[in-house]
């Protein structure tokens, strides 16, 4: 399997521009999640996804994030408008339905916002 | 607040040294303790993990110590070699596994 798949692998932005991320998360797991990283707050759980149904989005930031799963095989993550202190590393993971088990990481969007 | 407070921030220690990186947390209703590894350009990677039941759990150069009452456990890496540079970070989750709160990385230099 190819793993978690993301795209774009960098992005620059100007500030007000809508941004969307994207994820291929590995065939057959149920879960899904979308973390970001900065150096302020490290790694942080934004929202995750069970059967394509949104469980737990409590670490969304605001109102210009938003994230779908349209079908088992794709999500995306939504910000509009974009802002600077967006700026930061995009992970999304994904893990079977197994119990017990480990979430396995895409290799991130960097996003900058200008 | 953050859940888990980890150090320190960054780390050098000569090849054939002993790296260790600890971490400590509060919410006691935390289930699982893994860390994990993260490569520049890349997405962290589960290194090793241990439930609480256990005091210790052990993996080729990688131990993991873990002490119930203090709240607290590390991440010794034995024999450090140059390929262990990276980020480390530690972790914890309750028992649905889906929510990590992880610690503010720790980073690596081994020095050949």
């Known amino acids: 399997d190819a793993g978690v798949i993301q795209s774009p692998r960098h992005e620059v932005t100007e500030m007000g521009q809508e941004v969307t991320l994207r994820c291929k998360p590995i065939s057959g797991h149920d879960y899904l999640f979308w973390y970001r990283q900065t150096m302020m707050r490290g790694l942080e759980l934004l929202i995750y996804?069970?059967?394509?149904?949104?469980?737990?989005d409590s670490g969304m930031p605001e109102d210009r994030f938003s994230a779908k799963m349209p079908n088992a095989s794709f999500s995306t993550l939504k910000i509009q408008p974009s802002e600077p202190r967006d700026s930061a590393v995009y992970f999304c993971?994904?893990?079977?339905?197994?119990?017990?088990?480990?979430?396995?990481f895409g290799q991130g969007t960097r996003l900058t916002v200008v | 607040q953050q859940q888990v407070k980890q150090s320190p921030q960054s780390l050098i220690v000569q090849k054939g040294g002993i790296s260790i990186i600890n971490c400590a947390y509060e919410n006691t209703a935390f289930d699982y303790f893994p860390w994990y590894q993260q490569f520049p350009g890349k997405g962290p990677a589960l290194l090793i993990a241990?439930?609480?039941?256990?005091s210790e759990k052990k993996e080729g150069r990688f131990t993991i110590s873990f002490n119930k009452s203090a709240k607290q456990f590390s991440l010794h890496i034995m024999d450090s070699q140059p390929g262990d540079s990276a980020t480390y970070f530690c972790?914890?989750?309750?028992?649905?596994?889906?929510?990590?709160?992880f610690g503010s990385g720790t980073k690596l230099n081994v020095k050949p």
């Open positions: 241990i439930r609480p039941d256990v």
């Open positions: 996804f069970n059967n394509n149904v949104p469980i737990d």
């Open positions: 993971a994904s893990r079977p339905r197994v119990r017990n088990t480990e979430a396995f």
């Open positions: 972790a914890a989750s309750g028992r649905n596994f889906n929510k990590f709160y």
